[in-house]
């Protein structure tokens, strides 16, 4: 079983930059792929961007190409995103979710475990 906390959600202004954070208990953070997705009211949730726990191995969603970075702490049990540029349209909450899987889906049902989510509101 795998916990996952995430934090550093809250307002910000178009063009502004925030870090997620997640931090997963239960399992040897350096076997699971990591990924954060995002979802609004009256919508699926939606993959943004995802690291595997292999070196080198990371996507990311069209919509957040370039401005979104994500990254991982084998040694702090963490994974992050960092995104830049915000656009309203990010706004969200956003979920850190995690697999055993070697590859890095874009499909939710791939991964088994899930943060809360921390709501990310970007305003014009």
């Known amino acids: 079983q795998v916990h996952l906390v995430e934090s550093g959600g809250g307002s910000a202004q178009a063009g502004d930059s925030m870090r997620l954070s997640c931090v997963a208990s239960?399992?040897?953070?350096?076997?699971?792929?990591m990924a954060w997705f995002r979802q609004v009211p009256g919508k699926e949730r939606e993959f943004v961007a995802g690291?595997?726990?292999?070196?080198?191995?990371?996507a990311y969603a069209d919509s957040v190409q370039g401005r979104v970075t994500i990254s991982r702490d084998n040694a702090k049990n963490s994974a992050f995103l960092q995104m830049t540029m915000l656009k309203y349209e990010d706004t969200a909450v956003y979920y850190c979710?995690?697999?055993?899987?070697?590859?890095?889906?874009?499909?939710?049902?791939?991964?088994?475990?899930w943060g809360q989510g921390t709501q990310v509101t970007v305003s014009l």
């Open positions: 979710a995690a697999t055993e899987i070697v590859a890095v889906h874009k499909n939710a049902d791939r991964y088994n475990w």
């Open positions: 239960g399992l040897s953070f350096s076997s699971l792929t």
């Open positions: 690291i595997s726990w292999y070196p080198g191995r990371h």
